[in-house]
Nanobody, 125 residues
Framework: VQLQASGGGLVQAGGSLSLSCTVS????????VDWFRQAPGKERVLVAS????????DYADSVKGRFTISKDNAKNTVYLQVNSLKPEDAAVYYC???????????????????WGQGTLVTVSS
């Protein structure tokens, strides 16, 4: 099973990026695929979530209205469109998958079955 994150880069404040998380190796129909970010010296924070089966989404308050999570079933890919970027959005962004039947807080990495490698987003002011 693999989650492959990509799409990070350097962007000016106010700009946009599209991050991708391509999943493979199993069916994710019973999973949420979530995007986290972690800035240097800070805790990892959940920013967006999508349930694979019905596409229902959820967002952290800090990104509502600016970030959009979506998926393409045919490409087995979850996207995170990040708009109106701010310097405080700079971080390594990770995708991860958790079973919808699992227990435990999304604050714990133990809640997640699979993780992708990070993709770095840098925002210049």
């Amino acid at each position: 099973v693999q989650l492959q994150a990509s799409g990070g880069g350097l962007v000016q404040a106010g700009g946009s990026l599209s991050l991708s998380c391509t999943v493979s190796g199993r069916s994710f129909s019973s999973y949420h695929v979530d995007w986290f970010r972690q800035a240097p010296g800070k805790e990892r924070v959940l920013v967006a979530s999508i349930r694979w089966s019905d596409g229902s989404t959820d967002y952290a308050d800090s990104v509502k209205g600016r970030f959009t999570i979506s998926k393409d079933n045919a490409k087995n890919t979850v996207y995170l469109q990040v708009n109106s970027l701010k310097p405080e959005d700079a971080a390594v962004y990770y995708c991860a998958a958790r079973n919808i039947y699992g227990l435990g807080s999304v604050r714990s990495s133990l809640r997640y079955d699979y993780w992708g490698q990070g993709t770095l987003v840098t925002v210049s002011s």
